[in-house]
């Protein structure tokens, strides 16, 4: 049961993007496993899926009334008949995630340029961080195509750049910060050894601070968001409730210690005890102010998405601005009525 009443309590079922321990869909269970639905009288029911197109498909196939998705998946899986879903809640900028450079190359990649030519690695093909990669170098002048891509489980990729086997990879934490730490603890506990020199993995570019994003990427952009289905009514009363339950739980991650949060949460969102508190870490920073994107955000996004590769030709895009796609009034009201929302 999806969208409807049940008593006083509105069912909701949403589809997430996964892994379920991707950083950018964290205040979702965490407004699941702290009660902030519940407190909102929102029976919501979150369904993992293996990834952001799959999400977007369940949302699309009506599996669900919501996906918590990237804007590229939404767009190009998740409309019916061309009818675009609409953002109700923005996550994040950007995927957290950085472009690292091998030690074998830090002569020679100094600049996204230079990757022209160049092996770079990536975790996976489809990823939000291929998508990252291309937009970067649109904006270096590179064609992707130009940029021999290998695709490598994320600890294998950690050993292929280490080794040079790829000039460059981009990764997400708990990686970024393993790499780059364990390279400045060699350096500093072997200084002058040719072996220090071998390990110090050093970032090109960083996405996972909103500032840093809207450096590289040439504008504020929103990557992942909560997403309504085009067909689904869903009253403007939880609407409010499921953006404020939201405000509370990205409250709550960007003040809370990861150990803390990890308490309530399922094992499969936390992963690896160890490196949990990094993937925290590494995404306090993307997430939106407030859950609030602007149709200037929105044009600067799909611009950029429709730079790695254009929209069907069925999709519906407004002919005048971009608000068609926006649903402020929730957030807005669900903002004025809690100031100071409590954690």
Avoid at 106 to 129: I, M
Avoid at 249 to 271: C, H, K, M, N, Q
């Amino acid at each position: 049961m999806t969208a409807v009443g049940v008593g006083l309590w509105a069912a909701i079922t949403i589809a997430v993007a996964g892994p379920a321990t991707s950083a950018e869909y964290l205040p979702l269970y965490v407004a699941q496993s702290e009660g902030y639905f519940a407190q909102e009288k929102l029976k919501v029911t979150l369904t993992t899926e293996r990834s952001e197109s799959d999400a977007a498909q369940a949302m699309a196939r009506g599996r669900a009334d919501f996906a918590a998705t990237s804007l590229d998946a939404a767009y190009r899986v998740g409309h019916i008949k061309g009818a675009l879903p609409s953002l109700l809640f923005g996550l994040t900028a950007a995927p957290p995630v950085a472009i690292l450079v091998s030690p074998s190359h830090k002569e020679t990649v100094r600049s996204p340029r230079d990757l022209r030519g160049q092996p770079v690695g990536l975790p996976g093909v489809g990823t939000p961080e291929q998508a990252m990669l291309a937009t970067i170098l649109v904006r270096a002048g590179v064609k992707i195509h130009h940029v021999p891509l290998r695709s490598f489980s994320n600890r294998a990729l950690a050993g292929a750049l280490e080794q040079g086997e790829v000039a460059a990879a981009v990764m997400a934490d708990p990686w970024v910060t393993r790499l780059v730490d364990e390279s400045v603890a060699v350096r500093g506990a072997a200084e002058g050894e040719p072996r220090a020199e071998k390990t110090a993995v050093s970032i090109l570019v960083d996405l996972r601070t909103r500032s840093d994003a809207a450096r590289w990427l040439g504008a504020e952009t929103v990557h992942a968001a909560l997403f309504l289905r085009a067909d689904t009514v869903v009253g403007e009363q939880d609407l409010v409730a499921l953006a404020r339950a939201l405000l509370r739980a990205v409250a709550r991650i960007s003040d809370t210690p990861a150990e803390t949060l990890a308490a309530g949460l399922p094992a499969s969102v936390i992963g690896q005890p160890g490196d949990f508190a990094l993937r925290v870490a590494g995404a306090r920073q993307s997430y939106l102010p407030g859950g609030r994107v602007t149709e200037g955000m929105l044009k600067a996004s799909l611009t950029q998405a429709r730079e790695r590769a254009e929209l069907l030709a069925a999709v519906k895009l407004p002919w005048f601005g971009w608000s068609p796609l926006l649903l402020t009034g929730p957030l807005e009201r669900a903002t004025v009525a809690s100031p100071a929302l409590p954690r």
